[in-house]
């Protein structure tokens, strides 16, 4: 019986039990037990991590989906499965862990499927968001460049996926101080983001954002105001006045504004 639940009973077994019956079970049965983990884990995939409805869904899937050895993973939905558990780990400041789940999945991924393979450059792009939020932002930034050259070769020049890369590159060089090449990539990457995807897509409001920060940091603070506004009634419009991002946004703004006050007042 749970002492924490007195109506709920759990099977408990000892240290010694467990590696006893560990040891009797088979190399096939052990790769039987690993498929079945898969198939249950992506059978419950709940969706994007990102998404507020999915959080108390990732909340209880997520001590399964961190059980799971990402180098054991056979197939794409699992490895999707997992690289979406660790961004929700990401998300809530547990960039650490999700870095090491990551690295073990990427370095799986280009052996087995080399680096040309969509689920390795899916590894990689997730990889270097969790190389910059644990401060390794040369490692990030290699990462970054080197996905995003696979994906314009693959891809070209306007997909989604080479977009976000380029969207990731360019925070990674801000970060190392090379801010007017960071600048350009992001103007270049909201333009055709603009054009491609629409002015509404996650990922161009996403850059858009991150637009507006650097635009002010240069001294161009009426461009980043307008930037700020747009993205804010966007999001407002498409996700809603609670929605995460949305918030974001509204903050954005609010610091922006402070900024040109405080540079008029000097």
Not at 45 to 69: K, M, N, T
Not at 121 to 146: G, I
Not at 189 to 213: F, K, Y
Request: with cysteine.
């Amino acid at each position: 019986m749970s002492p924490s639940n007195p109506g709920r009973f759990t099977l408990q077994l000892h240290r010694l039990t467990q590696d006893m019956l560990t040891g009797q079970v088979t190399d096939r049965e052990h790769d039987r037990a690993r498929a079945d983990a898969e198939a249950l884990l992506t059978a419950a995939y709940p969706g994007d991590s990102g998404e507020p409805r999915f959080w108390p869904a990732w909340q209880v899937l997520l001590p399964h989906a961190l059980a799971i050895d990402p180098a054991r993973l056979t197939t794409r939905r699992g490895r999707e499965a997992v690289g979406d558990a660790c961004w929700y780990l990401m998300d809530r400041g547990q960039a650490r862990p999700a870095r090491e789940r990551l690295q073990r999945l990427y370095d799986t991924c280009l052996q087995q499927l080399g680096p040309d393979h969509d689920d390795t450059l899916r590894a990689a792009h997730r990889l270097a968001c969790a190389y910059a939020d644990t401060q390794d932002h040369e490692r990030a930034r290699a990462l970054d460049e080197a996905t995003l050259g696979h994906r314009r070769r693959l891809y070209g020049e306007n997909h989604p996926d080479t977009l976000a890369s380029a969207r990731s590159l360019a925070v990674g060089l801000w970060e190392l101080g090379r801010y007017e090449e960071a600048l350009v990539l992001d103007e270049k990457t909201l333009e055709v983001q603009r054009r491609v995807l629409g002015l509404e897509h996650p990922g161009t409001l996403a850059t858009a954002a991150g637009l507006a920060v650097e635009l002010e940091a240069v001294g161009r603070v009426g461009e980043a105001l307008v930037l700020g506004e747009e993205t804010l009634e966007a999001r407002r419009r498409v996700l809603g006045v609670e929605h995460p991002d949305t918030l974001g946004a509204v903050g954005l703004l609010e610091w922006l504004k402070r900024q040109q006050a405080e540079g008029e007042a000097s």
